[in-house]
């Protein structure tokens, strides 16, 4: 499962990356840079609002789960061993 974590993503990357588009716009429209920029950073919120995304605190909170689950699984074995190894002693 491929999980983007949305709080992980830095506000300022997105600003970067539409101050990047918009610098790579010709000199003829660079009076429209301003908004360019912000159509450019709409555009790029918009389509990560499109992702299937979890927020940090949901991905910590299943990653928590996944140990505790895994710790009483690893628990369970070893109790289902010993009373293998008793019922099979008796």
Do not use: C, Y
Not at 16 to 22: G, M, N, V, Y
Not at 68 to 73: G, P, S, V
């Amino acid at each position: 499962m491929l999980a983007i974590v949305w709080r992980m993503i830095d506000p300022k990357l997105i600003d970067e990356l539409s101050e990047h588009l918009s610098a790579s716009i010709p000199s003829g429209f660079r009076t429209l840079q301003d908004d360019i920029s912000k159509n450019f950073r709409a555009s790029l919120e918009a389509g990560l609002a499109k992702l299937d995304l979890v927020t940090r605190e949901e991905f910590d909170v299943q990653s928590a789960v996944l140990a505790r689950t895994r710790e009483k699984l690893t628990h369970l074995e070893q109790q289902l061993k010993a009373l293998e190894s008793r019922l099979n002693s008796d």
